[in-house]
Structures are given as C-alpha cells and as structure tokens.
C-alpha cells in the first residue's frame, strides 16, 4: 500500500497561482495620516457677551462674499458705542478747555477782571499825575505824592498777576494729559464701533458653511464662535510623517489622498512644504510636519477632518516585476520558482524597488518568464515540484 501510495504522488500536480514576468512602472510611497485645513478660512465671533438673534445660514450653505451670517442683539453693543461717543465728547471739551485757557465764563470773567485793572492803573495814573502838580505848587506833601505812587505801582501789579494767571492756567503737562485722555477715549470709541459693526457678521469671502455652533437665542461669551466658513475648492492637508521617512520628501512629489467618510473617492496633490523640524505628536510619535496642497478640492472634503495620505517617493518606468508573493526570501537571499514544464524550478533573483502590491526584478529573469505565486492548497512550494497552473 505504501509503494502505491508514493507511485501516485510521483505522478499528482499541485495545482498553483502564477504570473509572468512583465514590464510595468512601479512606483513606492509612504504613506501617513493628515488633516485638512482650508486656506481661505473665517471664524466668526461674538463681539460682546449677548444674545445670538438670527442665524441666516445652514450648514454646507454657499455664501457670496458679504453675504449675512449670523447677527447678534445689539443691545449692549449701543448701550456700550453711546458710552463711548459721550466719553469721547468729554474728553474732546475738555481739551479744548484747557487749549483755550478756560470756560467761555472763566474766559469772560478773566477778561473783565482784567479789564477793571486796567482801569484802576489809569485812574491812579491820573491821580498821581495831579499830585505832582500839587506838589509842585506846593499844594501837595510829598507823603501824599508817595502815597499816590504806591498805589500806582500796586495796582500795575495786580495787571500783570491777572495776565500772567489768564496765560497760565493749563500748564504744559496738564495739556499732555488731557490729550492722552481724548486717545483712550478714541480707543475706546473705535472698539465700541467695531463691536456694534460686528453684531452683523458676514462672509469676507465667497464660501462654504462648514460650522454653525450656535442656535438663535443662545446666550454666549464674548470671543465665541458662531460660524465658520471656507473655500473648499482652496484646501491643503498638514501631514504628519515619522522621523525616519522625511528624509525622502521632497516639494513637488506628487500625493494621493485618502477620506474614509468617502472611502471610494481619492483625491490628488503634491506637497509643497517639506519639514523643517521634529516634534512630538499623539504623545508617541517624533514627526515632521509636511504641507500638502489638494489640487483637485472639489467642495467635497471638509476643513478639520482627518485623511490619508501617501506620497509616491520613488518611480521606476518599465521595469520588469512579479507580485511580491512571487518572492522567497531567506537571510539576504532572494529567489522565485519558475515554471518550466510542468516542474518548479528555483531561480535566485536581484531585486530593486518594491511596494506593497509588486517588487522589481533587476536580474534572475527574462521578460515572460512563469513564476508561481503559491499552491493552491496549503503544501510548500519546493525545487523540482510538479505542478500545474490554476486557470
């Protein structure tokens, strides 16, 4: 029974897959993940803490440029621009105030206080005038013309402080002041007009909808989001390759690019920045940043969302190559079975450039060549089997 059993081995063919050797262009990539981001991006905030009034927008929406967004209530918007437009005011009289030496009223007292000065140095001018007459004529004591001339002099003096205090009532850091003053309350009014401004927001752009976080009368805080647009046809992808491998980037490589969401849609680009340093991403990873434009962004893919991409580093055109289950390595060693008749026959091979689907055979092989792939059962492949090619 044994002999008969060997007798019929001899003569039985394991049924196996094959190829030929072929010329093909292999390509190899890397392959790492990403996310999108858009280049022409606008978040729109909340000027103020209030109420969200109207949402004019829905989601995937595409808006024109200027066109409305969200608005908000714009109640404390006005309440804090009036404030604002009343400081400024203020703070404007105020320094002219000071430019001009006073109030109108201050003005016109100062004026006239003056003005009776200069009265008084005119009547007592006259009157120390007749008393050196008198004098003269012996009418007069010279106690009554020094008198005279004493009152004279007094009341020139009471000119001249009444002069000096109209010129100097503001004094030249007081002026200073008052103009630093009127630039914090143009500050203030400038914010408070760009904080009304915003209780209308609109698109700067051109766009899509992508976000709207909010609901009509929702309260929020000042700085929060309430919509987000962008051009989803001007998108690039910040991918992020482990250490080791960006040493084979390059800017203009071209990129294919995945999307699980639309797991039968790819898209194309070519990076345009290489990394320019390593930093520590997910806690783990030591990566490089690379920048990846979408060249053909159809509005499909969206802003944040994370994707795949993978760059073909290497392309060798028309090269000979077998499926990489053709290959049987061992140690350093490299060979495949050719077909020949109906034997295999084990042939050493040299190979150059490889991905996951295919390997380059740079020598053992000649164009056309029948290469098993496997058995069709689980039995081994070995040197001089006979076989027959599955159909």
Not at 63 to 92: F, N
Request: charged share 20%; aromatic share 4%.
């Amino acid at each position: 029974m044994a002999l008969v059993f060997y007798i019929r081995s001899q003569h039985s063919l394991v049924e196996v897959t094959a190829a030929r050797a072929e010329p093909q262009t292999l390509t190899q990539t890397k392959s790492t993940n990403g996310r999108v981001e858009p280049l022409e991006n606008f978040d729109g905030h909340a000027p103020l803490p209030g109420v969200v009034a109207k949402v004019y927008v829905h989601l995937g929406q595409e808006v024109p440029i200027g066109g409305a967004l969200v608005r908000m209530d714009d109640t404390d918007a006005r309440k804090e621009l009036a404030t604002a437009e009343a400081s400024l005011a203020s703070s404007r009289l105020a320094l002219q105030t000071a430019e001009q030496g006073g109030t109108a009223a201050e003005r016109v007292a100062s004026t006239a206080d003056i003005d009776a000065a200069k009265a008084q140095v005119q009547q007592d001018t006259r009157s120390f005038a007749a008393l050196e007459k008198l004098q003269a004529q012996g009418a007069a004591s010279a106690n009554e013309v020094a008198q005279a001339q004493h009152q004279l002099t007094a009341a020139q003096a009471k000119v001249n402080e009444l002069q000096a205090a109209k010129g100097a009532r503001y004094s030249a850091d007081d002026l200073r002041a008052q103009k630093a003053m009127v630039a914090q309350a143009q500050a203030g009014m400038d914010a408070a007009q760009s904080a009304y401004a915003g209780v209308d927001i609109h698109a700067p752009f051109a766009g899509t909808v992508y976000a709207i976080p909010v609901t009509p009368y929702q309260f929020v805080q000042g700085g929060e989001t309430l919509v987000q647009v962008a051009n989803l046809k001007k998108l690039q992808i910040r991918a992020y390759f482990d250490e080791p491998e960006i040493g084979q980037l390059k800017v203009g490589q071209p990129v294919s690019i995945a999307w699980q969401a639309k797991p039968t849609e790819f898209w194309h680009g070519h990076i345009v920045e290489v990394p320019t340093t390593i930093i520590t991403y997910g806690g783990t990873r030591n990566v490089g940043e690379c920048l990846i434009s979408v060249d053909d962004a159809d509005g499909v893919l969206l802003p944040n969302t994370n994707v795949t991409v993978s760059v073909m580093e290497v392309q060798h055109e028309n090269v000979l190559s077998l499926p990489r289950e053709a290959l049987q390595t061992k140690g350093l060693s490299n060979s495949v079975f050719r077909i020949v008749g109906d034997r295999l026959v084990k042939t050493p091979v040299t190979v150059g450039l490889s991905n996951n689907e295919r390997f380059e055979i740079t020598g053992g092989l000649n164009k056309g060549d029948l290469v098993a792939l496997g058995a069709v059962t689980e039995e081994e492949l070995t040197d001089g089997l006979r076989v027959k090619v599955h159909r």
